[in-house]
């Protein structure tokens, strides 16, 4: 059978979102695994999204421990499903991005693909960004023609949106090519800042955004960031959007209470999302949410409340789970890349035309 896994670890480095697809005419999910991330990795892995001494010895390091619990989590998967590795034709891994920069010409993921083959038995493909990325494109995002084979239709103008780390949208309409581009932060700035007040990882459902308010000037300062202002193919990451850009934005406002941040954030998220989708689409009639943010019941409030004619809704009501796409989308980049089918959208990241991605590593 066509089976193939998908290795997915996203820029909230929570941990490696595993997913087995068939992929026939069609992609079906069959089963996933979830392996949390150990946080001393958590912590090297952050670490190296930012310049400091010994990074290449630092990330050789990291990356085999990353392919180690990647290997643990796909021996798990697989014992749970009663398969052997020659019953999967192969891993599609994306790697741990640390820095993207397709400005200057480089985007790096470390996962040490010949490890993986090697500790699995499984023919590994990874390495997916940087095909593109030497054809003139932004290396990201890659999901939008995954995102086109599952919910592409011919009724009405419908968008896709990832809302992970960091937010990405794909956005679908008969007879027009696939578009895509990053928005901005999801959950990245969230995060960081709930984790700094409270210790938690995340703000579950929004309750500590919803439980602050809005503070409009600082939301404009946000706004004010060029990013905002640029028109796609275009992709951000941690190089931009961090804790560093926070605190600087902060400046202006020292007495603001974090609870407000906070709501403020989730805000600009909601927004960044919001203008970018009908400045690109205006007319859209369903927004279809995947990510972890699908499950922050107050950012869907908030998307739903400035997109009152829009029918936002998750993956899931399409049969797909929210938390399991990207993955799944790794997944069927291997299988693009093993069958000889190009990937890549140019209308989507800006590259000089299609390109086959990825690079295969036998078992």
Same mark, same amino acid.
């Given at each position: 059978? /066509?089976?193939?896994?998908?290795?997915?670890?996203?820029?909230?480095? $929570?941990?490696?979102?595993?997913? +087995?697809?068939?992929?026939?005419?069609?992609?079906? !999910?069959?089963?996933?695994?979830?392996?949390?991330? =150990?946080?001393?990795?958590?912590?090297?892995?952050?670490?190296?999204?930012?310049?400091?001494?010994?990074?290449?010895?630092?990330?050789? *390091?990291?990356?085999?421990?990353?392919?180690?619990?990647?290997?643990?989590?796909?021996?798990?998967?697989?014992?749970?499903?009663? !398969?052997?590795?020659?019953? &999967?034709?192969? &891993?599609?891994?994306?790697?741990? %991005?640390?820095?993207?920069?397709p400005s200057q010409g480089f985007t790096v993921q470390i996962g040490n693909p010949a490890l993986l083959a090697e500790?699995?038995? *499984?023919?590994?493909?990874?390495?997916?960004?940087?095909?593109?990325?030497?054809? #003139? #494109?932004?290396?990201?995002?890659?999901?939008?023609?995954?995102?086109?084979?599952?919910?592409?239709?011919?009724?009405? /103008?419908?968008?896709?949106?990832?809302?992970?780390?960091?937010?990405?949208?794909?956005?679908?309409?008969?007879?027009?090519?696939?578009?895509?581009?990053?928005?901005?932060?999801?959950?990245?700035?969230? $995060?960081?800042?709930?984790?700094?007040?409270?210790?938690?990882?995340?703000?579950?459902?929004?309750?500590?955004?919803?439980?602050?308010?809005?503070?409009?000037?600082? !939301?404009?300062?946000?706004l004010n960031d060029p990013f905002f202002s640029t028109q796609g193919p275009k992709s951000t990451g941690r190089e +931009?959007?961090?804790?560093?850009?926070? $605190?600087?934005?902060?400046?202006?406002?020292?007495? *603001?209470?974090?609870?407000?941040v906070q709501a403020t954030l989730l805000e600009l998220t909601a927004c960044s999302v919001v203008d970018a989708l009908?400045?690109?689409?205006?007319? %859209?009639?369903?927004?279809?949410?995947? #990510?972890?943010?699908?499950?922050?019941?107050?950012?869907?409030? @908030? !998307?739903?409340?400035? +997109? =009152?004619?829009?029918?936002?809704?998750?993956?899931?009501?399409?049969?797909?789970?929210?938390?399991?796409?990207?993955?799944?989308?790794?997944?069927?980049?291997?299988?693009?890349?093993?069958?000889?089918? /190009?990937?890549?959208? /140019?209308?989507?990241?800006?590259?000089?035309?299609? @390109?086959?991605? #990825?690079? &295969?590593?036998?078992?």
């Open positions: 059978m /066509p089976y193939y896994l998908g290795v997915m670890s996203g820029t909230s480095l $929570d941990g490696l979102d595993i997913a +087995l697809i068939e992929q026939t005419n069609r992609t079906s !999910l069959l089963a996933t695994h979830y392996m949390p991330m =150990p946080a001393l990795l958590r912590a090297d892995m952050l670490a190296l999204c930012a310049t400091g001494p010994d990074e290449i010895a630092r990330a050789a *390091i990291a990356e085999q421990q990353w392919v180690r619990l990647a290997a643990q989590g796909i021996a798990l998967l697989l014992q749970q499903n009663s !398969l052997t590795p020659s019953d &999967i034709r192969a &891993i599609g891994s994306h790697g741990q %991005t640390i820095r993207h920069e500790l699995t038995g *499984i023919c590994v493909v990874g390495d997916f960004r940087r095909r593109d990325l030497a054809a #003139g #494109g932004q290396g990201a995002p890659l999901v939008p023609a995954f995102h086109e084979s599952l919910f592409a239709t011919a009724k009405g /103008p419908r968008a896709v949106l990832n809302l992970g780390g960091f937010s990405n949208l794909t956005l679908l309409e008969a007879s027009k090519p696939v578009q895509g581009f990053d928005c901005g932060p999801g959950n990245v700035l969230l $995060d960081a800042w709930v984790h700094r007040h409270r210790g938690e990882a995340y703000d579950r459902d929004g309750a500590w955004a919803a439980s602050g308010h809005v503070q409009p000037l600082l !939301l404009k300062v946000f +931009l959007f961090n804790l560093a850009w926070l $605190d600087r934005q902060l400046r202006q406002f020292p007495t *603001i209470a974090a609870a407000d009908t400045t690109a689409q205006a007319g %859209t009639a369903e927004l279809l949410v995947c #990510g972890g943010g699908a499950r922050n019941g107050a950012l869907m409030g @908030r !998307l739903a409340a400035l +997109l =009152p004619n829009c029918k936002v809704t998750s993956t899931q009501a399409y049969g797909v789970p929210a938390d399991w796409v990207e993955a799944m989308a790794f997944a069927w980049l291997a299988h693009c890349c093993l069958e000889g089918l /190009p990937a890549n959208r /140019p209308s989507v990241t800006g590259a000089r035309g299609l @390109r086959v991605l #990825g690079a &295969i590593y036998p078992a």
